[in-house]
């Protein structure tokens, strides 16, 4: 039988080793040779495997790039992972290999090393196509990713080919160093190496498998999500074994950043299944010899505590969680009191939540859903029926007419969404002032009784769009309008700013007091709204969905802002429409506290003056309103 011209050359001892240029057939050769020759699969090595010892330390192989990096000891931390991995030469039962954690602990390097691994074992067999069940024409394509080209290109790309150029035994295949010519793979056997960072860029390729680097640090918003699974379908389609799964891998490579990022909710989804192996290591774990000094405890928080530095003033506080204490070493204790979100995620490699619920004591938050439910806690609206009006949705009949509690002054905040988003509305009104007690926040010590507003948010709702049409704003000027034939007074309403300025305008024109009021900018108006419900100051709708945004609401690390998460627990997307309307209506009162006090406080006498016309403003409904009970 004709001996294949492709195969792997195998210099004599002592004799030059050949050109690969000159030893390498072409393409239509290869594959010529391939439909002549009939190849048993059980004996498909053109020459034995090494296992993945041999290959990190023989200098045949990548012993040579290894040398002095820590690698030939026998007890190094990505050594075995790596072993777990290859157990055998013949191939590995994981197909998704993902390395997070602490910077500067290998893990590119270890993904390299397993691809070149994996690239060397295909180079081994005669035909690598028979062996994947796929045309002699396919090429099989190894694929280096990342958020840009240009890093594809220079990081990974060159810890690969450096490992490849350092090899003998890859030296004599290729010359990692020579421009392609089209059509043209860099590898015999029609097995190619290339970079990208864009689906496009895999796009109509025989993908086998890929690495993919820094994944935590997308620059365009899904890429990195749609790069994997793109990427994934590429794999199965090309070369999925009978009975699930493929013999290539696919190999994640990133810094640690937080929960909620796209490594970390591609890993969650895929963790449980077979064939999937994740490790983050935290700087001691694979640098162990470095440490001498002693150790110290650090809380690396929950869902509901933030991170922190266990001492004797805290040891009891976080007793009761065990599994959520480490030990770090002392040598980090400066970086860890310096900022310790940081240090946990670049040192010891583990994810902190980037955000905490800023409800935490959800036991009051329950407390202060107490106001019956005036309105649906959502609905739609029709912008073309003229009928249809928020008015008409009112549960309780006749809660309108007369009006409850009509000398008050009422303040509103919309939070306007056009089309993806509801519209939240809310209406509150200051119902007294309650006496507390102020203490001093360094030793808790009574030291004042002063007088706090209390407020009731009468009611809030969310409008969403029927499916084709945008929410209609003017059927909110509808809806205020009617509240004011009502005898509703308003002080003032406010909107969050997005497309806005003709709603504003809508109001003045009215006679209401309008201005922008964001929860957005700062985290100041939710800390305010949260004071007071932990006070029991506050009195809020008995709304689901309400209940469901406050509760997910999320405070960042460090304070500024206050957001919903991507999804809610049930999968369903993220929101504060009506959350924001209600913190935006007990803001908007807490702005006028101090002439509300004195509108509560001292009630004007009957005015000297003859009776003035009716007018809009709360001051003057307040002496026509006073003159007629009077």
């Known amino acids: 039988m004709k ?24 393409d239509d050769e290869y594959m010529a040779s391939v439909a002549m020759e009939a190849v048993d699969l059980k004996n498909d090595y053109e020459q034995a495997v090494v296992d993945i010892n041999t290959f990190l330390d023989d200098p045949e192989y990548l012993g040579d790039y290894f040398e002095g990096r820590g690698f030939g000891d026998e007890n190094n931390y990505w050594r075995k992972v790596l072993q777990e991995i290859f157990r055998s030469p013949s191939g590995s039962d994981y197909w998704l290999v993902a390395f997070k954690g602490a910077v500067g602990t290998g893990k590119t390097t270890t993904a390299c090393a397993g691809m070149a691994y994996d690239l060397y074992r295909l180079l081994c067999y005669r035909h690598p196509q028979r062996m994947l069940e796929v045309p002699p024409t396919e090429k099989i394509e190894f694929a280096i990713f990342n958020v840009t ?43 190619d190496l290339y970079s990208g960072s864009r689906v496009g860029h895999s796009r109509g390729r025989g993908v086998y498998e890929v690495i993919i ?25 090309r070369f999925m074994k009978v009975g699930g799964g493929f013999p290539g891998r696919i190999w994640v490579a990133s810094s640690e950043t937080e929960k909620s990022s796209v490594l970390n909710q591609l890993i969650e989804q895929h963790r449980k299944q077979s064939g ?22 650090v809380y690396k928080g929950s869902e509901t505590r933030p991170p922190d530095i266990i001492d004797g003033t805290n040891e009891q506080l976080y007793a009761g969680e065990p599994e959520n204490i480490i030990s770090v070493p002392e040598e980090h204790r400066p970086d860890f009191m310096a900022s310790i979100q940081d240090a946990l995620r670049d040192q010891a490699g583990i994810s902190t939540g980037s955000r905490y619920k800023l409800f935490q004591q959800r036991d009051k938050l329950i407390k202060a859903l107490c106001v019956e439910l005036r309105f649906p806690e959502s609905f739609e609206l029709d912008f073309e029926d003229d009928t ?26 919309v939070d306007i969404g056009l089309s993806g988003d509801r519209l939240g509305f ?54 205020i309008q009617s509240l004011r034939d009502r005898r509703f007074s308003f002080n003032s309403i406010t909107t969050d700013g997005y497309e806005s300025a003709f709603f504003l305008q809508l ?42 945004e406050l509760e997910e609401l999320e405070l960042s690390p460090d304070g500024r802002k206050v957001d919903h998460p991507e999804k809610h627990p049930d999968g369903t997307p993220g929101s504060k429409d009506v959350a924001d309307a209600c913190c935006g209506a007990v803001c908007n009162a807490l702005e006028r506290e101090i002439g509300m006090r004195m509108f509560y406080q001292y009630p004007p006498p009957l005015p000297p003056l003859p009776v003035r016309r009716y007018s809009d403003t709360v001051l003057d409904w307040f002496w026509d309103d006073w003159r007629e009970r009077v």
């Open 276 to 297: 999937v192996i994740v490790r983050h290591p935290a700087l001691w774990d694979v640098k162990p010899e470095k440490y001498t000094r002693g150790w110290f405890k």
């Open 426 to 479: 809310a209406c509150c009104y200051i119902s007294g002032f309650k006496e507390v007690q102020k203490r001093d926040t360094a030793d808790f010590q009574k030291v004042a009784v002063v007088e706090v507003p209390e407020l009731v948010v009468e009611f809030a709702f969310g409008i969403k769009a029927k499916a084709g049409q945008q929410i209609p704003l003017l059927k909110v000027y509808n809806f």
């Open 149 to 191: 080209l240009t890093l594809a290109g220079d990081v990974v790309w060159d810890r690969i080919t450096q490992m490849i150029s350092s090899s003998p035994w890859f030296s004599r295949v290729v010359d990692i160093t020579r421009k392609k010519k089209r059509g043209e793979t860099l590898f015999p056997k029609r097995i």
């Open 507 to 548: 109001m003045t024109r009215m006679g209401i007091e309008a201005h922008e009021l964001s929860m957005e900018k700062t985290s100041k108006p939710y800390r305010k709204l949260r004071t007071l419900v932990y006070g029991g100051l506050v009195h809020l709708p008995q709304s689901k969905l309400l209940q469901r």
């Open 388 to 413: 249809d009006q928020i008015i008409d949705k009112v549960l309780i009949r006749d809660y309108f007419s007369p009006n409850s509690h009509p000398h008050w002054p009422r303040f509103i905040h």
């Open 3 to 26: 001996k294949n011209s492709d195969s792997l050359p195998s210099a004599p001892d002592g004799e030059k080793e050949p050109n690969p240029q000159n030893s390498r057939s072409t």
């Open 213 to 237: 680097d820094e994944a935590n640090f997308e620059v365009i918003g899904g890429q990195v999500r749609e790069s994997f699974y793109s990427l994934l379908r590429r794999i199965q389609s």
